[in-house]
Each structure stands twice: as structure tokens, then as C-alpha cells.
């Protein structure tokens, strides 16, 4: 069936880098664009930006440039997401979820990145 | 990128309905027929209830309808189910290949 399955969860220091996977399957990776939520504890969604799975061009939301890029591997079907100088305000969950037309129709199961000394 | 406004909370009991709005501006919600919204139970990843304003993806109860006017947008819910007690955020494209998502609503079925 159609899926995203994430890595698993991450406990980090401040200032280190995490790198969040994204594997797809079930369906043609490069059809739908890739899309990365943020939700921190206790709070709501926010979109963090998304790649052209085609021409791997990254489009960042304001508030997501400099620290955060977006990548793929096409050959395995996976999107990543990595998060340098990692600060305690980064711990959230992270989820990727596949955009087709104006819609996040399928999303994956979230990875949950600590950032605590 | 301002979050849309939601309310943070609506109920309502078993088989009446509830409407949760969602008001953005004419960059986004007003602009654009592309709304659509999410169903989140705790723990769990969120789930696409309807997309473009009001069309509902295969399997998604008709108890759940969609519509706007101007710039603001309304997930209605019909016939109340206990397993409807969730948060739902709505969605809207903004422009530019740019997303903005709403401040979530908090529905409890009393």
C-alpha cells in the first residue's frame, strides 16, 4: 500500500546536526512533491517547506532557511530532512507528507527529535 | 506567513453537528480554491478529511463537508461520533509553491 515510513526517534545536544528519513513506497516517488511538518509539544502544525522530487529543488518556509535542508535520494525513494546547530526550540516531531494537487494526502508515522543536554 | 485562525475549541453531542472556521486573508484563503483540512487524534500522524475547499478523498465519511466564503473557510462535521473527537487543522495555499496551516481546533464530543 501507499506509505511513508520515517526513522525512528532522536535524542540530540544542542548543537549537533540530525538527519530525519523519509522512505516511500507503494507509488511512483518522483509524481508528488515531498512536504515536511513541524509540530512541536503541545502545538500545532507548521509547514516547513517541500522538494521537488523531480529536480530535487528545495522550497523553504519562512523561519526554515539556513539550518534545515531538504534532500532525496530517487534510487531508494527517500526524502531527508537535516537540521544543523540544533538549538532546544528544534525538538518537535517531524513528519514528511506527500502533496498531490493542493492536498498532504499521505503523510508518515512523524520522528520525534529531542534536543536536550 | 501568518498561521491561519482558527478557534482553539468546538463540541458538540453524539449526532448534532459542529462547524469549525478558518479565516486567513485574500493571500491565501481568499485567494485560492485550495483548502483543505486534517484530522489528528493523539499520537497520530494527521490525516486529509477534505482537499480543495470541499472535496472529500475516498473513504472519508460525507458527514464531513467543506465550504467558503471571502476568506474564510468551514469544516462542518454532521451526525457527531464519539471517534470524531480529535484537533482539526485546515490548510490553504498561499502563493509562491508557500503552505500555511491554521491553528488547529480542538473538537470534543461531549
Known amino acids: 500500500q501507499v506509505q511513508l515510513v520515517q526513522s525512528g526517534s532522536e535524542l540530540k545536544k544542542p548543537g549537533a546536526s540530525v538527519k530525519v528519513s523519509c522512505k516511500a513506497s507503494g507509488y511512483t516517488f518522483t509524481c508528488c512533491a515531498m512536504n515536511w511538518v513541524r509540530q512541536a509539544p503541545g502545538q500545532g502544525l507548521e509547514w516547513m517547506g517541500w522538494?521537488?522530487?523531480?529536480?530535487?529543488?528545495?522550497t523553504y518556509a519562512q523561519g526554515f532557511t539556513g539550518r534545515f535542508v531538504f534532500s532525496l535520494d530517487t534510487s531508494v525513494s527517500t526524502a531527508y530532512l537535516q537540521i544543523s546547530s540544533l538549538k532546544a526550540e528544534d525538538t518537535a516531531v517531524y513528519y514528511c507528507a506527500r502533496r498531490t494537487g493542493y492536498g498532504f494526502d499521505i503523510w508518515g508515522q512523524g520522528t520525534m527529535v529531542t534536543v536536550s543536554s | 506567513q501568518s498561521a491561519l485562525t482558527q478557534p482553539p475549541s468546538a463540541s458538540g453531542s453524539p449526532g448534532q453537528s459542529v462547524t469549525i472556521s478558518c479565516t486567513g486573508t485574500s493571500g491565501d484563503v481568499g485567494g485560492y480554491n485550495y483548502v483543505s483540512w486534517y484530522q489528528q487524534h493523539p499520537g497520530k500522524a494527521p490525516k486529509l478529511m477534505i482537499y480543495e475547499v470541499s472535496k472529500r478523498p475516498s473513504g472519508v465519511p460525507d458527514r464531513f463537508s467543506g465550504s467558503k466564503s471571502g476568506n474564510t473557510a468551514s469544516l462542518t462535521v454532521s451526525g457527531l461520533q464519539a471517534e470524531d473527537e480529535a484537533d482539526y487543522y485546515c490548510?490553504?495555499?498561499?502563493?509562491?509553491?508557500?503552505?500555511?496551516f491554521g491553528t488547529g481546533t480542538k473538537v470534543t464530543v461531549l
Open positions: 522538494i521537488n522530487t523531480n529536480t530535487g529543488n528545495p
Open positions: 490548510s490553504s495555499y498561499a502563493g509562491s509553491n508557500n503552505y500555511v
